[in-house]
């Protein structure tokens, strides 16, 4: 998959890169059960149409930019994640646009005239909810005619589960609630974030990366893989100082720096008492 970031510059109407495709358009955080229909349904029109699949996405997220608070956004999985599951879901192409001011006061025409017709779309499938342009005031019923009819435009329908929207919004709750169980539901798998073994005077501690959620504190059971081995065991999340911790029985081969990925399974209890750590 080709990626093209498009900071601060529209996309050259001149470019000779640029071939007709089928798009499909988001932010995508998480990559749950709508967002993976969403994609079925574009890389399904675009095998149809013979022509190749581009996603546009945005960095940050327009909250990050947008909101009024200093509470820091907090995104369920790092953009690195989200290029992985687009590439797997057959994207051929990722626009990644810097979302700023200056590209969030576009007007809705100004989007789709300057980025989405410009870079070659030809067909547009995207959920019954994206909004794009100033104001968000954009949405899938008026795109066609934003376009002056040089594209159409295809609206996926809303995916539910236990009769309310799957959302990011939702599944960072859930995840955040430590209502780890029920994520699977919404993302046809188990949560997972990566990270690196520290180990800090008794402690076996994750490292986790930037731009993943963790549950809230408590005690979780949860698959560690380090790529080569994988196992069950319980953790201990401690939000308060920001650490996950290990029991000391983990297999051998963890070394401090080594590289692992945890899938949550579920939450076994809220409570947690830290000198039981290496007992755990
Ligand atoms: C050109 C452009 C301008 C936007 N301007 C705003 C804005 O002024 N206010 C806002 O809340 N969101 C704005 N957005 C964000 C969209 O409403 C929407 O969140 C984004 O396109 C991602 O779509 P999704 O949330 O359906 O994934 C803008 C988006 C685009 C593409
Ligand atoms: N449940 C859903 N059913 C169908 N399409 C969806 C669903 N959720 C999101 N989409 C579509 O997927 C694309 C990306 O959406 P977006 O990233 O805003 O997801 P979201 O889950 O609604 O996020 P948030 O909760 O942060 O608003 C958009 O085209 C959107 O319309």
């Known amino acids: 998959m080709e990626i093209i970031h498009l900071n601060n510059k529209q996309p050259d109407p001149c470019s ?3 071939k007709p495709s089928v798009f499909t358009a988001g932010f995508f955080d998480g990559m749950h059960v709508g967002h993976q229909k969403v994609i079925n349904e574009a890389k399904k029109m675009a095998d149809k149409k013979g022509l190749p699949l581009a996603c546009i996405t945005f960095f940050p997220h327009p909250k990050e930019i947008l909101k009024n608070s200093n509470e820091q956004f907090q995104y369920i999985n790092p953009i690195a994640e989200k290029q992985i599951a687009l590439e797997k879901l057959g994207v ?3 626009y990644i646009v810097e979302f700023n001011y200056e590209f969030a006061s576009l007007t809705p025409k100004q989007f789709v005239q300057d980025y989405l017709l410009v870079l070659g779309a030809e067909y547009v499938v ?9 104001r968000g005031q ?3 019923e008026r795109m066609r005619e934003d376009a002056d009819q040089k594209l159409e435009a295809i609206k996926v329908e809303r995916v539910e589960r236990n009769g309310e929207k799957v959302s990011s919004t939702l599944l960072r709750e859930m995840i955040c609630s430590g209502n780890i169980e ?7 798998q188990h949560y997972e974030v990566e990270g690196e073994i520290l180990f800090d005077h008794f402690d076996t501690v994750v490292d986790v990366k930037d731009h993943y959620l963790i549950p809230c504190s408590g005690l979780y059971d949860v698959s560690v893989s380090t790529g080569r081995e994988e ?4 953790v201990i999340v401690d939000q308060e100082r920001m650490k996950i911790i290990l029991s ?6 963890i070394k401090h ?9 579920k939450q076994v209890s809220t409570e947690f008492v830290l000198e039981l750590a290496q007992s755990v």
Do not use: C
Request: no cysteine; charged share 30%.
């Open 248 to 253: 000391r029985d983990s297999p051998r081969s």
């Open 182 to 188: 029920k994520v699977h539901d919404y993302l046809d």
């Open 231 to 234: 196992w069950q065991q319980r």
């Open 126 to 134: 995207a959920g019954f909810d994206f909004t794009y342009g100033r």
């Open 92 to 94: 051929d192409k990722l």
């Open 16 to 18: 000779t890169e640029t």
């Open 138 to 140: 954009g949405n899938m």
């Open 257 to 265: 720096s080594t590289k692992i990925s945890i899938k949550w399974l």
